[in-house]
């Protein structure tokens, strides 16, 4: 029997109305006397402003609509779905998944749904799971779903987190091919580094208990991200047999432009092989890969057949990479 790869079909984005500059913000935060400006965010992230939802938006709705428009590119009418992937760390309850939930509001049955839950490393992840499950041969056309609000775990009271993030969703069909496709992922997690990014707060007794903000140890995470990045990148080549040399794309989590930089320059990569949404979309959490993708894909830039090194790496601590011929 012939070998089953998983492929990109088509990709699919979805933003809130509203943008926010940072001068805006700005000038929102100072009249809660948080100081902060256009220039140190610039400097420090390079970000120039977020998308932040309007009240009564939800992690579902905003990650269907990146779905359909996934399907809408790949011409696969939603009734032929039978796997749903959603990476979130905002799900929109702690039960059921926001992948069931999107599941129902695109009108899908049967198939399995289910959410993955590794913060900015989410998308990897979910990439990862849904090309593992469509391998075994028993799923055939995948939803993989990045999908989050973190506007609403956000302290506007602290200006090292809340200047930083906005909110989004990407999607991508991954279809059964006998071609790859996905051609080599890695993933990795070192729960011992829990603490230097985490929302740590529950629920019990009908209330949140602890702290229900992002909490961010931003110089720890940089050191951690830069070195990881790097390093899970050539783990992969290795794996396809390929080398630096033959990334079209380096389509890393958008956290910090800085980090991107470091990244390329590690790898031997030109910044102008790199896609950087983060200018526009702040860090959306495990949304930032299928956001950059869907950017590029949409612009022309990226094209069938070149070869694309999708990153993550956030909370938990986890990190991985999979390389994709589009
Ligand atoms: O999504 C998961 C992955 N996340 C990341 O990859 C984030 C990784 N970390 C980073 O991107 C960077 O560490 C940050 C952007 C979070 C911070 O940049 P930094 O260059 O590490 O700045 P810093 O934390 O060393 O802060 C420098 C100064 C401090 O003032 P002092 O102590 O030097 O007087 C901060 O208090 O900048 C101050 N500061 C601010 N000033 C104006 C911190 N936040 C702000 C702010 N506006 N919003």
Redesign the pocket.
């Known amino acids: 029997m012939a070998r089953i790869y998983s492929r990109i079909t088509g990709t699919g984005a979805a933003l809130p109305a509203r943008a926010v500059s940072n001068g805006e913000l700005a000038r929102d935060l100072a009249k809660r006397g948080v100081?902060?400006?256009d220039e140190?965010?610039v400097a420090?992230?390079g970000i120039r402003q977020r998308y932040l939802a309007e009240e009564g938006l939800t992690t579902t709705e905003l990650g269907a609509r990146a779905a359909e428009a996934a399907l809408a590119a790949s011409g696969a009418p939603a009734s032929s779905v039978d796997l749903i992937v959603v990476a979130t760390s905002t799900p929109d309850h702690i039960f059921p998944s926001t992948a069931c939930l999107i599941q129902a509001r695109l009108g899908i049955a049967g198939g399995a749904a289910f959410d993955v839950q590794a913060?900015?490393s989410g998308f990897v992840y979910g990439m990862t799971v849904a090309d593992a499950l469509i391998r075994t041969g028993v799923y055939r056309r995948a939803l993989v779903i990045g999908a989050e609000l973190f506007s609403r775990i956000l302290d506007w009271n602290d200006?090292?987190?809340?200047?930083?993030f906005g909110d989004g969703a990407g999607a991508v069909v991954l279809e059964a091919a006998n071609e790859p496709g996905v051609l080599a992922s890695r993933l990795h997690a070192d729960g011992s580094q829990a603490q230097i990014?985490c929302t740590a707060g529950r629920i019990a007794q009908g209330g949140v208990q602890g702290d229900p903000f992002l909490r961010?140890d931003?110089?720890a995470?940089?050191k951690l991200?830069v070195g990881v990045l790097d390093s899970s990148a050539r783990e992969v080549l290795a794996d396809a047999g390929m080398d630096a040399t033959q990334i079209d794309w380096l389509i890393p989590?958008q956290?910090?432009v800085?980090?991107l930089n470091a990244t390329a320059k590690k790898l031997g990569l030109s910044e102008d092989k790199v896609v950087v949404t983060v200018e526009r979309h702040g860090?959306t959490?495990a949304a930032s890969v299928p956001l950059a993708l869907d950017d590029a894909v949409r612009a022309g830039r990226i094209r069938r057949g070149q070869h694309l090194m999708l990153q993550g790496?956030?909370?938990g601590f986890t990190w991985g990479s999979v390389l994709v011929r589009f």
Do not use: P
């Open positions: 100081e902060t400006s140190w965010i420090r992230t913060v900015c200006r090292t987190t809340c200047v930083l990014l961010m931003g110089q995470v940089f991200a989590h956290a910090n800085r980090i860090n959490s790496v956030g909370g």
